[in-house]
Nanobody, 117 residues
Framework: HVQLVESGGGSVQVGGSLKLSCVGS????????KGWFRQVPGKERERVAG???????SFSNSVKGRFTMSQNNNGDILYLHMNNLLPEDTGTYYC????????????WGQGTQVTVS
């Protein structure tokens, strides 16, 4: 099992940038497939980014070209770099992890709020 803790959310103006961090509680996180999701009240949770075990990543069309991901050398901290932020990027952002043999994300952080205005 792994616990995830996000940080880095806040309020930013349109066009601004934020960097979210997700810290895994133990070494197992480095071997998991990872993702970032966002939730807006009244809307379905959206997966905005995913990273495979080999470090390859993918992004939703809504953030492609504006968001990137990176991780530290140990693979136990995942970053979401958000640039050129838009009002529709507002929401609660969650990092999540899953064993790469399954499609179900079983580990979730507590969420961090991002507000773009």
């Amino acid at each position: 099992h792994v616990q995830l803790v996000e940080s880095g959310g806040g309020s930013v103006q349109v066009g601004g940038s934020l960097k979210l961090s997700c810290v895994g509680s133990n070494y197992m996180y480095s071997s998991y497939c990872k993702g970032w999701f966002r939730q807006v009240p009244g809307k379905e949770r959206e997966r905005v980014a995913g990273m495979n075990r080999d470090g390859s990543s993918s992004f939703s069309n809504s953030v492609k070209g504006r968001f990137t991901m990176s991780q530290n050398n140990n693979g136990d901290i995942l970053y979401l770099h958000m640039n050129n932020l838009l009002p529709e990027d507002t929401g609660t952002y969650y990092c999540a992890a899953r064993e790469c043999t399954t499609q179900v994300f079983g580990y979730w952080g507590q969420g961090t709020q991002v507000t773009v205005s």
